[in-house]
């Protein structure tokens, strides 16, 4: 395929400007923004609706110093020889005008189509875009026509290109290396190989957390296990207290101060009884008080909120007076007006109020007598129709003014009801009664007896040193009991500990068995992507002069890197980059023979590159050259190999 020519009008910066290689390998000089970048866009733009940077989003037509379009429509028709035939691709891209109904002129809608052109017919997209595909299509036309076209899209995208010519590996094929791989499908499932590797990761990643806070878990309940200690058995210790109680109690209610101190127990329990009795008074008169001022607070509301409704009803019916009052004087002011209407009927007048002639009496009444007569029936009906109407307003007011009576009448009883419970008095708190202040007052009295009784008393110091010693083996006997209730609740907490630690180790034995699972998953998916991408290293480098594609990276990710002596195409200078790309269509137009189209290639900034190989291609290098302030064109033939 050969590019003849390329007219552009209106298209970006361009004005009008035809772009003539005829074939030839062409080189495009100009210095910057003299259009050599727009013939390489106007060119894409046909093939593929993008720019040379893949864009769709790029301005089409010119934009003028303010920053608007200066023209309606932008127009690229290229010519090309394909097969020995000439074709012509044109595309218009057309600003929508429409006429809005009640306007006279159209006016532009802010929208745009586009009007496709196959050999100087006007055709659909998809008759244009079927021929397209007939060249290769969107994507072979780009990567064919620009050396950095491939090395710039994202890598999924290279390696499904390459691929596409130079063949893929087969699961088969690498079954052959090694038959263990024959578990790869069934290990991918329905997910690419990136994506169960990068849920590998995750998974793993995942359970490394969870083991390592199990692991922290674990490590705290360790600590927190204690030995109990030696063994103590509390049942005989118990067995021991109880009769060291009976001893003690036996020994202190040998003597007189025992029996003094046993009739003081005796008498506070009875005061207290007493004193019971009386807090269940003062409770029960404490909640009917409660009970009595709730009701008198409740009612008295309900008593305000009648009050309210009266007062809205007794205000309804003063409006409702007025408002009748009101429309029975528009009544008596209507009656008055009708009834002067029928005193007018019975006059005669005496002159004609047109002319003033004199006007015959009896000749009037013949004339006009019959008429007046009908009138005055009329009016005589219309005026005992108001009267009606009056007579029922004046029973609607005296209905209201009885209405208001009562309600008045009502009011007052309210006012009075919740007057009367303003002042209601609530009864006193609950004070004891005649017999238990006298019962407690006995028993007061008996209480401080028995304690003077106690006191001139004193017991011998024998029997008091009894009393002390046998209390403090109580006391020794209490402790021992403690400790040994104690060890029974450690030995408990830890055979508790002891079996939560048993119950997270076999969920951590799991978990680690998990991953191991997951590691080995992995690692196979790893050796599978080596030997998948050493045979496709195998099939498609070995075509390649200047370039090495890695499909692999050190992580064993998949990739699809090309290199030149070892560095990343990134990271190469422009020269670089240019005959890596070059080295790749070349090497693709051979594989692919003579089945498809060599198309012409572009370079842009082709200034900065020191040799560009030759090839059958036609090539356009778009070169900067300060000296050429408009575009310079020269052509040479191409060199077919």
Known sequence: MRLNYLYLKDFRGSGEYMFTPSGKNTNVYGYNATGKTTLFDAYTWVLSGKDSQNRTDFEIKPLDNTGNTSAREAYVLSGIELKKKDVTLGKRYQEVWSKHRGQIKKTF???????YELNGNVVTKAQYDEFIEFLGGDEYLKVMSNPFYLNSIHWTDRKRFLTGIFGDVSHEEIVELDNKYKEIPLLLGNLTREMRKEQ??????????EVDKLDNELQGMQESLTEPGEYIDPAPIQEKLTVKMEELAQLQAGGEISTYNQNLIDIDARIAEINQEIEKDKKSGREHIDKQSTYVFEHYKELRQKMFELEQEHNGYLELIDSNKDKLNVLRQQWVEEAEQLDALGIVPKNCPTCGAIIDQQL????????????????????????????????QIEYSNAKCYDLRGEMYKVFMSAAELQHIKLPPEHEPTTEQKQKLA???????????????????????????????????????????NQWLAR?????????????KSIIRKRMVAEYEKFFADSELLDEYNKAHAQLLSERINPKLEMVTIKFIDDNADLCCVTTMGGVPWPDLNHGGQLSAGLDIIMAMQDELGEGKEILPIWIDNAESYCHIPDMPNQQI?????EKDLELRVETYEPIVS
């Open 621 to 625: 290098e778009l070169i900067v050259s």
């Open 200 to 209: 590998l990761r995750t998974d793993m990643t995942k359970l490394t957390r």
């Open 364 to 395: 009037w009444i013949a004339l006009h007598g019959e008429r007046n007569e009908k009138r005055k029936i009329e009016i005589s009906n219309r005026l005992e129709a108001l009267e009606r109407s009056a007579n029922n307003r004046l029973s």
């Open 442 to 484: 006995e028993l007061l009295a008996e209480r401080a007896k028995f304690k003077d009784l106690k006191e001139g008393i004193s017991e011998d110091d024998t029997h008091i040193k009894a009393v002390e010693t046998l209390k403090a083996e109580v006391e020794d006997i209490r402790r021992r009991l403690d400790d040994a």
């Open 109 to 115: 809608t802010g929208k745009h189509k586009v009007v």
């Open 491 to 503: 030995k408990e907490a830890s055979a508790e500990t002891k079996a939560k630690i048993d119950a």
